[in-house]
């Protein structure tokens, strides 16, 4: 079993990781002039990215 500090350590990296595709997810979004598909309170959107 994995200590604390290790645990925090790979949360803290898995949730960086999700942090930059989001990012590259927008950026490409943009460049493809694409819709993106969110769910806001339990209806699905679809949002420009501006």
């Not at 989001?22 to 959107?45: A, C, H, P």
């Amino acid at each position: 079993m994995k200590t604390v500090e290790e645990q925090l350590e790979f949360r803290d990296k898995l949730l960086a990781g999700l942090a930059k595709a989001y990012e590259k997810l927008i950026e490409y979004k943009k460049q493809k002039n694409s819709v993106l598909v969110v769910m806001r309170d339990g209806k699905i959107t679809h949002v420009k990215p501006d």
